[in-house]
């Protein structure tokens, strides 16, 4: 994921300018050496910072709608007249600057103080204590929006990782790369929990919860009680039950620890073998290519990621891995690993210095099951995302919810997905009534190829191709019976965009 560089383009703004300059409704300046955009909406001008406070996507390739623009890259959300990160993945606000029209000229002054943001906030009567299992995506997205909103009970934060909350997706891609430094991975700085009385316990094992008494048992033997618990425990990487698969060279990937032993094997490794062909697997592929190792993918289906994205964009998947150097072996598995030899089921065998297995994700639902919560392939909750214990509240990729976009419960794992979902937990353990409603959003990026996709499509009878998949100019839409449930784009970022705003309008209906 490239970062654009904050070259301010543009007229100095604090100079003025005509309306009449304005494409499309928006006008890309800048204010000392800070970029700035200027939105014309409803009437209105509103100048706020040209970048998205998430990977610095152009706001100005955005959707605007109403008072909000649309980051083109993943989807955040940002609020004009405050700045605020209305939608995930950007948790930050940007800058804010006022505005006069002073003979007919539009003149940008100063920075404007970040004001409240415009969501609902804690009420006096708010749980006195939250206690959230899971330092992922859900779990810390939660415990930022409770303190955004202002409540000010207790949180208590409980993960089994030994690292802060990361940027999970970045595992494989550039930090994995090693494009990317390490201070892109904290979600935020390790001061933040103490400043805003989050207590985050790392190494925290949940063992147990006791819904009736309201605790949760830590593995040492400590219960903590809580008035509104969430349950964000995530997913664990399917293991192989394959011979050889426990050796120190044979790893999958979800933490920051599995991420870095992958990253020292790959300095004296000369070839790696992955198994699997979707996300987690050939993104590896990516990042390992980049860092000059020789990669081999071992996967069973015909096409790399048919089952998602159909077999056109599974097609221009494989040939952009191939064009950097990745040798497939599709219809084909690992039988097992016998030190530095894979055996492939096929007959013969890979030489292998590091193996990488991402084969799926299996969700963490022991806690839930333990605690006599209903389950069905994940954890079911309504759409305020609750538990069927009113106290016990989910979120990300142990949730399975209501999804009003494909009128069916589904479950997925996506990072904007956990997140959005942390975010409205957090609202309604606090009291409120926020359905969860958000059209589903993932992106996947191969080398600097990123793919966006919108909606969910289990099955489809028909795909419909706009322009050139070869090209890497295009937006695919998958249909059943007529309706359209899912897209897929690669640089098509607007209207990926638009698309999602058609099935939130869509879904209004
Ligand atoms: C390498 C990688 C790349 C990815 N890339 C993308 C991408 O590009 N786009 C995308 O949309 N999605 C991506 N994903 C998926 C995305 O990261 C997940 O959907 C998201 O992290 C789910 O958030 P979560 O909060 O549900 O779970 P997680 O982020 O996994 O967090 C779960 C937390 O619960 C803790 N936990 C579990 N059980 C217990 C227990 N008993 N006691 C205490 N703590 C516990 C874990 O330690 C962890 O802190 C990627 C995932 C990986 C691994
Ligand atoms: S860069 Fe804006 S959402 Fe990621």
Known sequence: MAQEQNTPQGPNLTQ???LTDFVDGKLLGHVGDEAVLLVHSGGEIFAISAH???YHGPLAEGLVTGESVRCPWHHACFDLRTGEA???????????????????????????????????????????RIVIIGGGAAGFAAAEML???????????????????????????????????????????DDFYGENNID?????????????QRQVALAGGERLSYDRLLLATGAEPVRLPIPGADQPHVHTLRSLADCRAIIELTKNARRAVVIGASFIGLEVAASLRTRGVEVHVAAPEARPMERVFGPALGDFVRAL????????????????????????????????????????????????????????????????LQTGAPDIYAAGDIARWPDPHS????????????????????????????????????????????????GHAERWDTITIEGDVKAKDCLLRYSRDGRVLAVASVYRDLDSLKAELAMEQAAAR
């Open 147 to 189: 303190r955004r909103r202002d409540y000010r009970g207790s949180i208590t934060m409980l993960s089994d990782d030994d690292a802060p909350p990361v940027d999970r997706p970045n595992l494989s891609k550039d930090y994995l790369a090693g494009s990317a430094p390490e201070d892109w991975l904290p979600l935020r700085p």
């Open 52 to 54: 998205c406070t998430h």
């Open 86 to 128: 209305e939608r995930a993945p950007a948790l930050s606000p940007v800058a804010c600057w006022k505005v006069e029209r002073r003979d007919g000229r539009i003149v940008v002054k100063d920075k404007r103080e970040q004001p409240k943001p415009r969501g609902a906030m804690a009420k006096a009567d708010a749980p006195q």
């Open 407 to 454: 009128g069916e419960r589904i479950r997925v794992e996506h990072w904007v997905v956990a997140e959005r979902q942390g975010q409205a937990a957090a609202a309604n353990m606090l009291g409120h009534k926020e359905r969860f409603d958000s059209v589903p959003f993932f992106w996947s990026q191969h080398y600097d190829v990123p793919i966006n996709y919108i």
């Open 16 to 18: 003025g300018v005509a």
């Open 321 to 384: 891995h191939e064009e950097h150097g990745v040798v497939f072996h599709l219809q084909d598995t690992v039988t097992a690993i016998d030190g530095k030899r894979a055996a492939l089921k096929s007959g013969g065998t890979l030489d292998a210095d590091l193996v990488v297995v991402g084969v799926g994700v299996r969700p963490r639902l022991a806690l839930a099951e333990q605690a006599g919560l209903a389950i069905d392939r994940g954890l079911t909750v309504n759409e305020y």
């Open 200 to 212: 985050l316990r790392l190494k925290a094992k949940v063992a147990g919860i006791d819904a009736r």
